[in-house]
T-cell receptor, first 115, second 114 residues
């Protein structure tokens, strides 16, 4: 049961242009959505998150948009830089009182920013 | 900046052997997790741990797996009898009492089962 889906396994963008990574989810109980960046042989690194009560959150070059009615979120990176090349995972969490509220990850999108 | 540390970074073992992966979570954190990533696949939840007991576990986390927080600082994952399909990167994660969804991940332990 894939509750979090990233339908694009890879994306190639030119340096300086916008990168848009997409994510869909099915569980309406999710209340936080996060993007993690991952390099090979390293742990996932938190990038940006958004609460389900918001529709946009911005942090520098990174903006996450949430469309609850469509159960869709996207990560925009503007301008894209070569150092952004990595695998990006969408993740979601549902607050379960009394439990540790795990993260559910998508399958990842490999972003390559070319010169 | 505080970080989650994991040892060993890479372990090679024979099928059927026991393996213990160790993690030192961030010191004031209360919730602890193990995830794994088989090469090229997504990061999968294994188990969460809170208040000295398992909070939730996935179907992957069968009787061959166990977790322990033996001394208040280390958090260990034991695989009793490894199988070839246990080969993966294992990530430990932790968070504090505030709920924002964010987990802090370690660098991972690569397990290779031959």
């Amino acid at each position: 049961d894939q509750q979090v889906k990233q339908n694009s396994p890879s994306l190639s963008v030119q340096e300086g242009r916008i990168s848009i990574l997409n994510c869909d989810y099915t569980n309406s109980m999710f209340d936080y959505f996060l993007w993690y960046k991952k390099y090979p042989a390293e742990g996932p690194t938190f990038l940006i998150s958004i609460s389900s009560i918001k529709d946009k959150n911005e942090d520098g070059r990174f903006t996450v948009f949430l469309n609850k009615s469509a159960k869709h979120l996207s990560l925009h990176i503007v301008p894209s830089q070569p150092g952004d090349s990595a695998v990006y995972f969408c993740a979601a969490s549902a607050d379960n009182t009394g439990t540790a509220s795990k993260l559910t990850f998508g399958t990842g999108t490999r972003l390559q920013v070319t010169l | 900046e505080p970080e989650v540390t994991q040892t060993p970074s890479h372990q090679v073992t024979q099928m059927g052997q026991e393996v213990i992966l160790r993690c030192v979570p961030i010191s004031n954190h209360l919730y602890f997790y193990w995830y794994r990533q088989i090469l090229g696949q997504k990061v999968e939840f294994l188990v969460s741990f809170y208040n000295n007991e398992i909070s939730e576990k996935s179907e992957i986390f069968d009787d061959q797996f166990s977790v322990e927080r033996p001394d208040g600082s280390n958090f260990t994952l034991k695989i009793r009898s490894t199988k070839l399909e246990d080969s993966a990167m294992y990530f430990c994660a932790s968070r504090d009492w505030t709920y924002t969804g964010e987990l802090f991940f370690g660098e991972g332990s690569r397990l290779t089962v031959l």
